[in-house]
């Protein structure tokens, strides 16, 4: 969302609806051999130079260690991103992009390997015009990110020649609690300053994401009523009809909360719940997220197990398909207490949002996919057309993150009649209905941020860390050795366990039904 | 109702007085399998003769990127009879997401005689409200126009490369524009065709150790097909106007010199060749040339920047196309005004 300094100053720019491309620089992907390489960032920096996005001046390494030319890497990159492009690839525009890829076959923990990216780098730089300027992307396992750091530390390769720069963007999990999030905060400073480091959370990414603040912020009518005053409850809902797939090894030690609240439900909700920021630049905004992780009641001991739910999937079907519990899964531990499914209830202390409860919930197995967040209004006063033999409904404002990006808002009407009979109607928005362009993916619209040096949509260090401290006492009481709340068993393809029911139920509220 | 994916028919003749009624009707046969979807008004108005079936296949075009009600008017304006025919139509297709019929409605009108009496009141009648209206307006422009219709008029779109008197024209657009009550953004097509070639020229310059090379320039070579010279001098006005240029001398119509404020001076030739519109432009600063060319698959621009002793790398860069509907879809999502335009325009207006 900021103007590049560069844009301001480029008289030529002026007037050009492109954003200005970004600094020459070079990429070094850890873990160049990974999925997150092959599915999504190739494919995005591919789509970014077929967009004319991309610096001239680029070079792409993919450091990994298995043994490998860069012509091999070249092809299996031209295989993967003609499969995983957002566009068909072109061979004119792919010929000239994958020159600027190469490989470099290193252990992690190799130093020697780190000695010879730098005089790579360093070569590059001569050849290519990078200036210095380098990107380190982490897409390898979060195991992995210390010995990466102090290996790119102790080659000098984390710090920037004078009027260069040196980034890292960091892929979650931002560590599994508070301390190993602060141990991880801190190896990463021991390399980079904080100002040199973006944290991925490709939610951010996504068009609606970023939308919400244009929403609220662009439009006159929505920001009076956003408050206590006039909004009864919030509710997020990340649903999806996968199961744990191939991540079983990770999704044992992390688990739904972790997966998913932590970072993904929380950044929206901070999107939702943050006051207007002073203006647009990136910590303007980040400082007024974090204040609502901040003013977010902490549930603890015995609370726990009233406002939060865990739940695991067990057989059921999906789409008509049998599918297998998650104890039944591969590289899954058959007596696994890992909740697939968390619904919560949160409370945002705060002046605006004083007394409007936040429901969220989040779940593999559901039966569809769906990301979206809903805004339910107090009720009109209870007379007029709010008699009792009148049932009425709230209006209802949903904000759409995926599939079928959009905005709808639901209100009432009169059914045409000469009886008074009283109906919801929906306003709908959709993106694709009204853009007919496909909006970019989420990591080509990040990775060309941390190029621009534009980190609004990355996690600041203390918005990770107070976003732990409301996680930790949730996991701290699943995990006590005594009166440790029930995990709960819901059938695949069902909308979850019937206690995530009850804990709107007790508020004489209902899940929206999506 | 159309069922199939795309039409260029006109679609049903209704009378004037029920075309709302009627466009209802179309839509409520198509309910459920359908989404009607309006982002603004778009009328598209031209003199030529059988503009209405040529306009109507654009505007299947460009409505699968842009919903919008078009509204698509011929006019004859030289006949004796005084009379207008009406049809009306929609656009589907499968939005992008592909799971949804996405249509767009066009209102299509044959004015005979009493053109530009007729226009206003054709037009206003029916636009859907609270939608911003452009109006693209294909040839040259009348005299007088009727000042009501541009009180309504948020974006006027034009292509100055079709008008034979540049400076008569643009007087009227001119005109047109003060007699506009709200502010008229003006959009040419003959400026629009330039916006590739101008970021891929800008980006060079992004970098703040490239930014001391704009005032270094010393040579520009613009290459440009015959019969776009206003183009190629659009693109020489842009240059001037943003890096402050004053134009000193004009050594013939193919050779102009520009002073710097520093008191450089600038010696800029337009070199006529077969080709795309403008197909070349070359900045010398320094011991560096800046080169945007196009490529030879003719819908991608190599650029390159050369200076002694370092390797060329050619990155190719979208180059849009110069058909009607790309350069109409690339001004319809852009917003704002055309403040580079005008100074671009004022720059080289004595020679246009």
């Known amino acids: 969302m900021n103007r590049s300094a560069e844009q301001q100053m480029n008289p030529l720019r002026e007037g050009l609806s492109t954003r200005a491309v970004p600094q020459p620089c070079a990429i070094v992907i850890f873990g160049a051999t990974g999925d997150l390489t092959h599915r999504k960032l190739i494919p995005a920096l591919y789509n970014l130079a077929a967009d004319g996005e991309l610096p001239p001046a680029v070079a792409i390494i993919g450091f990994a260690r298995r043994p490998k030319s860069d012509d091999d890497f070249r092809k299996e990159m031209e295989e993967t991103t003609r499969n995983f492009s957002r566009q068909p690839v072109r061979d004119e525009i792919w010929k000239t992009f994958s020159q600027s890829l190469s490989y470099h076959q290193s252990e992690f923990g190799d130093e020697a390997g780190y000695k010879s990216l730098g005089e790579r780098l360093e070569k590059v730089d001569n050849e290519r015009g990078t200036r210095g300027n380098r990107l380190f992307y982490f897409a390898a396992g979060p195991d992995q990110f210390e010995t990466i750091l102090k290996n790119l530390k102790a080659a000098g390769l984390n710090r920037a020649t004078e009027g260069s720069w040196a980034r890292v963007i960091i892929e979650k999990p931002f560590g599994t609690d508070l301390a190993s999030a602060r141990e991880l905060n801190r190896v990463v400073s021991n390399a980079f300053d904080e100002s040199q480091t973006y944290r991925i959370d490709h939610f951010l990414g996504k068009e609606t994401a970023q939308n919400i603040l244009v929403l609220r912020f662009a439009n006159a009518i929505f920001e009076p009523l956003w408050n206590t005053r006039y909004i009864d409850h919030l509710q997020i809902t990340a649903a999806e009809t996968l199961g744990v797939e191939a991540r079983a090894g990770y999704y044992e030690t992390a688990g739904a909360l972790r997966d998913m609240v932590q970072n993904h439900l929380l950044q929206l909700l901070c999107l939702v719940a943050m006051e207007a920021p002073t203006d647009l630049r990136a910590d303007s905004i980040r400082d007024e997220k974090v204040k609502v992780v901040r003013a977010l009641r902490r549930i603890t001991g015995l609370e726990v197990a009233k406002n939060v739910l865990r739940a695991q999937y067990t057989e059921g079907a999906i789409g008509g398909q049998t599918v297998p519990g998650y104890r039944q899964e591969k590289g899954v531990d058959p007596k696994s207490m890992i909740e697939t499914y968390v619904a919560l209830r949160i409370n945002i202390d705060n002046w605006r949002w004083a007394d409007v409860p936040v429901y969220m919930r989040v779940g593999k197995r559901l039966p569809k996919s769906a990301t979206e967040i809903s805004v339910h209004f107090k009720k009109a006063p209870a007379v007029l057309f709010n008699r009792e033999t009148v049932k009425i409904d709230q209006n209802v404002l949903v904000i759409r993150i995926q599939p079928d990006e959009g905005i709808s808002l639901r209100m009432l009407a009169k059914i045409p009649g000469t009886s008074l009979r009283i109906e919801p109607v929906k306003m709908d928005f959709h993106y694709g209905t009204s853009f007919g362009k496909a909006s970019p993916e989420a990591y080509e619209r990040l990775l060309l941020d941390a190029m621009s040096g534009d980190a609004t949509l990355f996690a600041r260090r203390d918005e990770v860390e107070e976003a732990w401290t409301f996680i930790d006492p949730i996991e701290e009481a699943w995990h006590a050795k005594k009166d440790a709340p029930e995990l709960y068993f819901y059938p695949a393809g069902s909308w979850g366990p019937e206690a995530a029911d009850d804990l709107l139920a007790r508020d004489a509220r209902a899940w929206r039904r999506l | ?352």
């Open chain 2, 1 to 352: 109702m159309p069922a199939t994916a795309e039409t260029y028919s006109l679609g049903a003749p209704v009378e004037i007085g029920k075309i709302e009624q009627e466009l209802k009707k179309l839509w409520r046969e198509g309910e459920g399998a359908m989404t009607r979807a309006s982002l603004m008004n778009l009328a598209a108005y031209s003199e030529q003769p059988g503009s209405l079936n040529d306009n109507t296949q654009l505007m299947a075009k460009i409505t699968e990127d842009h919903a919008c009600r078009a509204i698509v008017i011929e006019a004859d304006c030289r006949s004796d009879e005084n009379r207008v025919d009406a049809w009306i139509s929609a656009h589907c297709h499968v939005s992008h997401t592909g799971n949804k019929q996405v249509c767009s409605e066009q209102i299509s009108f044959l004015l005979k005689g009493g053109c530009t009496t007729q226009l206003p009141s054709i037009i206003l009648s029916n636009l859907d409200s609270d939608l911003p209206f452009y109006l693209w307006w294909q040839g040259e422009l009348h005299d007088p126009m009727d000042a009501q219709l541009w009180e309504w008029v948020d974006r006027f779109i034009y292509d100055s490369h079709d008008w034979k008197d540049f400076r008569a024209q643009m007087a009227l657009v001119e005109t047109a524009q003060r007699e506009a009550k709200q502010r008229l953004v003006l959009c040419d097509l003959n400026w629009t065709r330039l916006d590739n070639l101008r970021f891929a020229l800008a980006q060079f310059f992004d970098h703040p150790a490239s930014h001391h090379r704009l005032a270094e320039i010393s040579k520009v070579q613009i290459d440009f097909a015959p019969g776009f010279t206003s183009t190629a001098l659009l693109f020489v006005g842009w240059l001037g106007a943003q890096l402050n240029w004053h134009i000193g001398e004009v050594k013939s119509s193919r050779e102009l010199r520009f002073t710097e404020t520093a008191g450089q001076h600038i010696d800029v030739e337009l070199r006529e060749h077969d080709g795309q519109p403008v197909h070349g432009v070359a900045l010398t600063s320094g011991d560096v040339e800046f080169g945007v060319t196009y490529a030879n698959c003719g819908d991608l621009l190599e650029v390159s920047r050369v200076q002694t002793g370092e390797k060329r790398i050619p990155q190719l860069l979208p180059a849009g196309n110069n058909d009607p509907v790309d350069l109409i879809s690339e001004e319809l999502i852009r917003g704002g005004p055309h403040h580079v335009y005008l100074n671009a325009l004022n720059c080289v207006r004595h020679l246009l």
